[in-house]
């Protein structure tokens, strides 16, 4: 999959190999209403023997318009092109979000961004698509445009699940609710959390309970607590998994250790592993909440509740 700098990066290329049908959005989380979108285009390229493109924006347009708000990223850029790709786009062209980019007229949008500079002879959107200037382009004015162009424009309705309308912020809310198993859902696999192993306090060691402490890549983390899930060692180079291990998983603050409200950690235990992680990447896959996050008056106390946990984590797992 070809991967671009922005749209002028894609223009001055005149790279024949182009993709003809893009699809347009931020697609934090990558969840199965992106891929959705993505599996449109894919057929809408299929007619005319064409790639399917996907453009998206970094930073998120809310880190421009209102920092202070914008909301934890799901995912980090690099696992969202990886996720895309795996969606089924041939390239992704991913558009700087700058002021000056924010300020392009709506009708230019489609004009000159789309139309001039990505060649697209198709556009796949979601329902609640809009863009331009103050957002004032939706998806009336794009298949207006589009028409006068001579460029086709799908618009896919909301994707559901169990009632629920699939979207990123409703996979936060579920994430950060504890719900892993809502996020799972709308997201078509497991809520995950990626990141380099780093050097931690050495308590788990020296307890018996070795973890792997996690610099995470996202922002998003679930509620804290103790779950089970999967630790996915990643190649190096690559970055695709080459084992997996069945864990559980510590998210807080350790109370039991720490006074007051601490910084939050990640912590995993790979069951039935003994190996040096340090610097390696993980992904971990978030399948169950076992428990909340609590205090234990004694360290024997809380590795006696370790142990529980990691039965039933064996248990959920299935391990």
Not at 131 to 142: A, E, I, M, Q, S
């Amino acid at each position: 999959m070809k991967v671009v700098a922005g749209r002028s990066a894609l223009a001055a290329s005149r790279d024949a190999s182009r993709a003809s049908a893009y699809v347009i959005g931020n697609f934090d989380g990558v969840h199965l209403g992106h891929r959705a979108l993505v599996r449109a285009a894919r057929e809408r390229a299929a007619a005319s023997g064409g790639a399917v493109g996907v453009l998206t924006f970094d930073p998120h347009p809310a880190r421009l318009f209102a920092p202070a708000l914008a909301p934890p990223l799901i995912i980090s850029l690099q696992r969202r092109i990886e996720l895309l790709g795996e969606a089924g786009a041939d390239e992704v062209v991913v558009e700087p979000f700058t002021a000056e980019f924010a300020a392009i007229e709506a009708v230019a949008f489609v004009r000159e961004v789309l139309a001039r500079d990505l060649g697209a002879r198709e556009v796949v959107v979601g329902y609640d698509f809009s863009f331009g200037r103050g957002r004032k382009g939706d998806t009336r004015l794009l298949a207006s445009e589009g028409a006068a162009l001579g460029m086709g424009v799908t618009v896919v309705p909301p994707v559901t699940v169990s009632g629920l309308t699939c979207s990123s912020t409703k996979v936060r809310e579920f994430a950060l609710e504890g719900r892993v198993e809502g996020a799972a859902m709308l997201l078509g696999r497991p809520l995950e959390v990626t990141g380099a192993v780093i050097h931690g306090a050495g308590r788990g060691r020296g307890l018996g309970i070795p973890t792997a402490n996690l610099q995470p890549e996202a922002e998003l983390l679930p509620r804290p607590g103790i779950y089970a899930g999967r630790a996915l060692l990643l190649d190096a180079t690559s970055g695709a998994p080459v084992a997996s291990h069945i864990c559980a998983l510590s998210i807080g603050s350790n109370p039991t250790f720490t006074a007051g409200a601490g910084s939050l950690s990640i912590e995993a235990h790979l069951l039935d592993f003994d190996a040096d992680l340090y610097g390696r990447r993980l992904r971990l896959e978030i399948v169950h909440r076992l428990r909340d996050e609590q205090r234990f008056e004694s360290v024997a106390a809380l590795v006696a509740r370790i142990q529980d946990d990691l039965r039933e984590t064996r248990k959920v797992m299935g391990a």
